[in-house]
């Protein structure tokens, strides 16, 4: 199985930065695409930030320029860095990972796998 585990969620006041990363762990062979969304109260989860393997990056409108996606494929682990943040991007952060498992035969196809979610508060 693979499992994936975040860390640094807070809360933080309006205009600060916060750090997100979320780790895999298990029987990986290798990470296609990783990515960032969030779900705000009563609303739909979104896609925040992707990273495809080969280091391609994708922001939704509202945060391009304050946020940045990044990662380690040495440690299987990606990162959200949220600058000027705002009430807004108050939410539960998950990663999402697109993982190829050891032994999976050919076509190599990944299945998508999801961290637990990490919640950011930021207070006006």
């Known amino acids: 199985q693979v499992q994936l585990v975040e860390s640094g969620g807070g809360l933080v006041q309006a205009g600060g930065s916060l750090s997100l990363s979320c780790a895999a762990s298990?029987?990986?062979?290798?990470?296609?695409?990783m990515s960032w969304y969030r779900q705000a109260p009563g609303k739909q989860r979104e896609l925040v930030a992707v990273i495809t393997s080969g280091g391609s990056t994708n922001y939704a409108d509202s945060v391009k320029g304050r946020f940045t996606i990044s990662r380690d494929d040495a440690k299987n682990t990606v990162y959200l860095q949220m600058n000027s943040l705002s009430p807004e991007d108050t939410a539960v952060y998950y990663c999402n990972m697109n993982v190829i498992r050891i032994g999976t035969l050919l076509p190599l196809k990944g299945m998508d796998y999801w961290g637990g979610g990490a919640l950011v508060t930021v207070s006006s």
């Open positions: 298990g029987s990986i062979f290798r990470i296609n695409a």
